[in-house]
T-cell receptor, first 120, second 118 residues
Framework: GAVVSQHPSRVICKSGTSVKIECRSL??????MFWYRQFPKQSLMLMAT?????????EQGVEKDKFLINHASLTLSTLTVTSAHPEDSSFYIC????????????????FGAGSRLTVL | AQSVTQLDSHVSVSEGTPVLLRCNYS??????LFWYVQHPNKGLQLLLK??????LVKGINGFEAEFKKSETSFHLTKPSAHMSDAAEYFC????????????????FGTGTLLAVQP
């Protein structure tokens, strides 16, 4: 089955620094990946849709310059949190859809295990 | 706009007793509905999905859910809870506009934390 790997699983950084999170599809090529953010004890909120070879599509209210997304290959999307602040501390989860299974809603997303960011 | 409402933020059951996690949806289209489970510090795992086929959907680990259009519900059930079922459960609707036009957006409910007592 489709496997999505995220790295790092946990990261702690100082305020003002930038952090990069990687999302890889291990056994399929993903033209589209999705980045979600989950606040403690809350649901997942879609941040952006990452498209291979083109610009990401951001959801309303998500700062493009703050959360840089790069999808340079069919198996890798990266999320960079720039100039991180404590309020950026959260659980970031990526997901991808295996295009071999079509594009309808029935085609289930595969989620990575998430990356917990703590900004001191 | 599509949305899901999970009616209980916390549910506590005893091991061996039935589980019921409630979910109501709102959708302008024929929805695709899912239940995902998230164990602590782990990624999301699909339990089951409804895609306009059989209204009673069987998933992994003994879970099942019934799509009831008249009630706009998609409740998750399991006949007998196990300690390993303790986790957060999310009801999800897909913002599916059809083949080729699907936005692929998943809209998550707020989650139900299931506790299983020995």
């Amino acid at each position: 089955g489709a496997v999505v790997s995220q790295h790092p699983s946990r990261v702690i950084c100082k305020s003002g620094t930038s952090v990069k999170i990687e999302c890889r599809s291990l056994d399929f090529q993903a033209t589209t990946m999705f980045w979600y953010r989950q606040f403690p004890k809350q649901s997942l909120m879609l941040m952006a849709t990452s498209n291979e070879g083109s610009k990401a599509t951001y959801e309303q209210g998500v700062e493009k310059d703050k959360f840089l997304i790069n999808h340079a290959s069919l198996t890798l999307s990266t999320l960079t949190v720039t100039s991180a602040h404590p309020e950026d501390s959260s659980f970031y989860i990526c997901s991808a859809r295996d295009p071999r299974r079509g594009y309808s809603g029935a085609n289930v997303l595969t989620f990575g295990a998430g990356s917990r960011l703590t900004v001191l | 706009a599509q949305s899901v409402t999970q009616l209980d933020s916390h549910v506590s059951v005893s091991e061996g007793t039935p589980v019921l996690l409630r979910c109501n949806y709102s959708s302008s289209y024929s929805p695709s509905l899912f239940w995902y489970v998230q164990h602590p510090n782990k990624g999301l795992q699909l339990l089951l999905k409804y895609t306009s086929a059989a209204t009673l959907v069987k998933g992994i680990n003994g879970f099942e859910a019934e799509f009831k259009k008249s009630e706009t519900s998609f409740h998750l059930t399991k006949p007998s809870a196990h300690m390993s079922d303790a986790a957060e459960y999310f009801c999800v609707v897909s913002d599916d506009l059809g083949y080729g036009g699907a936005t692929n957006k998943l809209i998550f409910g707020t989650g139900t934390l299931l506790a299983v007592q020995p």
